[in-house]
């Protein structure tokens, strides 16, 4: 009898000493990938491709107060620009990208507001009057590695 009270004793110990340790576990975090993005269709090598990251509709589309979650100037080699992002949290985004030719700083545009110079989105998406909606150029980043590709327009 006083073997089976050790015994049970025991158990209930082991048992309560792995909910003891169970709650110091950090719980999971969100998990990070890398995200590379590759432009082509650039007509020439001057001036740099400037690219957004965007994790909203509303800064997507909204280019007087819309935030990136990351922009860059990536430079031009052999009609192509590439942008690799490490770190990046798992989520859903989408990317603008155009070619500024004169390193201006911003996309220029005709009196009618045209753009002049090149440009694109994730998904190659393509509007007809101002950006695509986000849903059309979003992607999902749920890996440890990804690429995406945009050719300009």
Known sequence: MKTIIMVWFTLISVVFAG?????????????????????????????????????????FKNKKTGKAVQLTAAPIKNKKAEWVIGDLPFGVYAVKVFHDENDSGKLETNM??????????????????????????????DKMSMTISITVE
Do not use: C, H, W
């Open 19 to 59: 909910l003891v340790i169970a709650q110091d576990v950090p719980k999971e975090q969100p998990g990070t990938g890398m995200l590379t993005i590759r432009v082509g269709g650039f007509s020439n090598d001057r001036g740099t491709a400037r690219i957004g990251l965007y994790s909203s509709n509303e800064d």
């Open 112 to 141: 009618f507001g045209v753009p002049k110079e090149k440009y694109g989105f994730s998904n190659n998406a393509r509007a007809t009057f101002g950006p695509p909606d986000f849903e059309k150029a979003r992607f999902i980043l």
